[in-house]
């Protein structure tokens, strides 16, 4: 498929992606979820150069031009924000009008071109903290930029992750929430860390520091019974589950 404006060129595939959530996922500690089909969204951008100019006052009272700046700016043609992610990559941005095959989106603008130079002169000034009369809007164009939007399903929820086409940049992994590890995930963690001598001391010093910070976990250390208890769950993970031989009498 081709499309009617061009776009930025595809450079962070489908593999990538499915790679890059399962890599999210798996820091959250979450090992089963879903994940829903895929969709590449393209999303209409202003692209555009601007000049700006500063002043800075004279010893009469007068102004002087102090400095002048040029650059290239993208302004998201439905928010009507200027994007700093994807303006950071415009000098080495390629552009295509061919569309990968994957189920794909295209998303409409909220303004024609005239609007969205009216609105670039006033958040380009806002992004620059100059004044809106010292700024210049030149050579706009449209193109649009590749979006990945990834729906998942967890055990606390769905959410939606959007992954740029450009960079790889993600958005939306902060709404997922971490989950907490269960006794037998930690137990085998720590037993798997503790094989290295050097891990010793490191949890010798934490484990201090947390009982001592910690007036639920000082009541269970009182407890002999529980002690007792997750002693022996512990013994039979490791004679059943790491299969550590019991020494011989």
Do not use: C
Not at 10 to 27: M, N, P, W, Y
Not at 115 to 125: D, F, H, L, N, S
Not at 167 to 176: A, D, K, L, R, W
Not at 222 to 242: D, E, P, R, S, V
């Amino acid at each position: 498929m081709y499309l009617g404006k061009p776009s930025f060129l595809l450079s962070f595939g489908l593999e990538e992606v499915k790679t890059l959530v399962a890599e999210i996922l798996k820091k959250k500690n979450w090992h089963e979820f879903k994940q829903s089909d895929i969709t590449l969204s393209y999303v209409p951008y202003y692209i555009f150069f601007y000049d700006a100019f500063f002043e800075e006052k004279t010893e009469d009272g007068g102004k002087k031009i102090s400095e002048t700046q040029r650059g290239q700016l993208a302004l998201n043609a439905i928010s009507a924000e200027i994007d700093e992610d994807v303006s950071e990559g415009l000098e080495e941005a390629e552009l295509t009008r061919k569309t990968p095959n994957v189920p794909i989106e295209i998303e409409k603008p909220a303004m024609n071109q005239k609007e969205a130079e009216k609105i670039a002169v006033i958040k380009t000034a806002s992004f620059l903290e100059a004044s809106i009369r010292n700024v210049i809007i030149t050579q706009m164009k449209m193109a649009y930029n590749p979006v990945w939007i990834i729906g998942i399903e967890v055990a606390e929820g769905n959410y939606e992750l959007k992954v740029s086409g450009i960079n790889g940049n993600v958005f939306g992994e902060e709404e997922i929430p971490e989950r907490k590890k269960g006794l037998m995930e930690i137990t085998k963690e720590t037993l798997y860390e503790l094989k290295n001598p050097k891990a010793w001391k490191k949890y010798t010093v934490e484990t201090g520091k947390t009982i001592a910070g910690n007036s639920t976990l000082r009541k269970i250390l009182a407890n002999k019974w529980l002690i007792t208890i997750i002693l022996i769950l512990i013994l039979i993970y490791i004679i059943f589950f790491l299969k550590i031989p019991v020494p011989a009498k």
